[in-house]
């Protein structure tokens, strides 16, 4: 049996703990057997809602032992994983202090806010000799992994243009406005842009450099519309564009557009088509099952077998976070082009 402790029960943390009581009910050995929050409120069930519905406000809290404080959980509990769901800042410290108590962990995105933070994540795996990995859950996405495989399969041929899209509320849902601020959040681009960097880089390795214009509009943040230009050898033409100021009765949305020399595929409105040149437009049949619970599941099943993690490498997602802050660079100097090392 897998021992679980979970970190941070905010809306990424409930939805975690969510997919891990899925688990052991279906039979899987692992189970949560302690929660840490600094915020007494959400042992209380009160709880604020995030920007998609997959988080439970309505979990019985009763059965995990209860820590406000970090350190002495980890003295107190004995574990195999511990899962981090905490504001970005926090990410670095607390992964590097479990893995040299020999425990695994599944930290959430982003890594981390700066590279070498990543890098002393890394290191502290290293040492440990204990499995790392970063919930870039686009990864884990049903829609995203088939368009995953239609490129690397070529089946459609080379890629000529992709865009992909996200946006939504401003995310006022968290605990003194983290998410929000830059200094705990890295803004826009470090927590919600992140997903469709990693997603670029996923598919089509480091750019050679990028061109990103952004703007700040939520008090205290930064970067939150955000449009990227990313270049590569092959002169195929890949942007991004993320805006969490969208007002309203917006909600969220996440979408791309791939073009192939021989189809594309369009993910809009949760629905994903698949375009071939000669044939009929056809929507595949994907998993039903969400992406957090796959990236749950994948890593405890790594650790089970032993086998090396693969899907988002600790080195991988580090380079995603070098993506993030060359958009930054180029963001904060009107858009100049910036060569990613």
């Given at each position: 049996?897998l021992k679980v402790g979970?970190?941070?029960?905010g809306f990424?943390?409930r939805?975690?703990?969510t997919?891990?009581?899925r688990?052991?009910?279906?039979g899987f050995p692992i189970?949560?057997?302690?929660i840490c929050d600094t915020?007494?409120?959400k042992?209380?069930?009160i709880?604020?809602?995030?920007n998609?519905a997959?988080?439970g406000?309505?979990?019985?809290?009763?059965?995990?032992k209860?820590y406000?404080?970090?350190?002495q959980m980890?003295e107190?509990?004995?574990?195999?994983?511990?899962?981090?769901?905490m504001?970005?800042?926090l990410?670095?410290?607390?992964?590097?202090?479990?893995?040299?108590?020999?425990?695994?962990?599944l930290?959430e995105k982003?890594?981390?806010?700066h590279?070498?933070e990543?890098q002393?994540?890394?290191?502290?795996a290293?040492?440990?000799?204990k499995k790392l990995?970063i919930?870039?859950?686009?990864r884990?996405w049903p829609e995203y992994?088939y368009?995953?495989e239609?490129?690397?399969s070529?089946?459609?041929?080379?890629?000529?243009s992709?865009?992909?899209f996200?946006?939504?509320h401003?995310?006022?849902?968290?605990?003194?406005?983290?998410?929000v601020?830059?200094?705990t959040?890295?803004?826009?681009?470090f927590?919600?842009h992140?997903?469709?960097?990693?997603m670029?880089n996923?598919?089509?390795?480091?750019p050679?450099s990028?061109?990103?214009?952004?703007?700040?509009?939520?008090?205290?943040?930064?970067?939150?519309?955000?449009s990227t230009n990313?270049?590569?050898?092959?002169r195929?033409?890949?942007?991004?564009?993320c805006?969490?100021?969208?007002?309203?009765?917006?909600g969220?949305?996440?979408s791309f557009?791939?073009?192939f020399e021989?189809g594309?595929?369009i993910?809009?409105?949760r629905?994903?088509?698949d375009?071939p040149m000669?044939?009929k437009?056809f929507?595949?049949?994907?998993s039903?099952?969400?992406?957090y619970?796959r990236?749950i599941?994948?890593?405890?099943?790594?650790?089970m077998?032993?086998?090396?993690i693969?899907?988002?490498t600790?080195?991988?997602?580090?380079?995603?976070l070098?993506?993030?802050?060359?958009?930054a660079?180029?963001?904060?100097?009107?858009?100049?082009l910036?060569?990613?090392?």
């Amino acid at each position: 049996m897998l021992k679980v402790g979970l970190v941070g029960l905010g809306f990424m943390g409930r939805t975690h703990l969510t997919n891990y009581k899925r688990l052991e009910a279906e039979g899987f050995p692992i189970q949560v057997t302690a929660i840490c929050d600094t915020d007494e409120q959400k042992f209380q069930g009160i709880f604020t809602p995030g920007n998609i519905a997959s988080a439970g406000s309505d979990l019985d809290l009763s059965g995990y032992k209860q820590y406000h404080n970090f350190d002495q959980m980890l003295e107190n509990e004995q574990f195999d994983i511990v899962d981090i769901s905490m504001p970005t800042h926090l990410h670095a410290e607390m992964t590097v202090k479990a893995m040299d108590r020999g425990i695994h962990v599944l930290c959430e995105k982003p890594m981390a806010l700066h590279t070498d933070e990543g890098q002393h994540m890394i290191e502290a795996a290293l040492r440990s000799g204990k499995k790392l990995m970063i919930a870039q859950v686009l990864r884990f996405w049903p829609e995203y992994e088939y368009l995953k495989e239609t490129v690397d399969s070529g089946r459609y041929g080379s890629v000529l243009s992709a865009h992909f899209f996200r946006g939504g509320h401003p995310p006022k849902w968290t605990f003194n406005d983290w998410m929000v601020r830059k200094e705990t959040s890295g803004g826009g681009l470090f927590d919600l842009h992140i997903h469709d960097i990693d997603m670029i880089n996923w598919l089509f390795g480091k750019p050679q450099s990028v061109s990103t214009f952004a703007r700040d509009v939520l008090p205290g943040s930064s970067f939150d519309i955000i449009s990227t230009n990313y270049s590569y050898p092959d002169r195929k033409i890949v942007s991004s564009q993320c805006d969490r100021a969208l007002t309203g009765d917006f909600g969220f949305e996440m979408s791309f557009r791939v073009n192939f020399e021989k189809g594309n595929l369009i993910y809009e409105k949760r629905v994903l088509r698949d375009n071939p040149m000669d044939g009929k437009s056809f929507v595949p049949e994907l998993s039903a099952d969400s992406g957090y619970y796959r990236e749950i599941k994948y890593f405890a099943e790594a650790i089970m077998q032993n086998r090396p993690i693969e899907r988002a490498t600790p080195y991988d997602t580090l380079a995603t976070l070098t993506i993030a802050e060359a958009e930054a660079r180029s963001a904060l100097s009107g858009g100049v082009l910036v060569d990613i090392a």
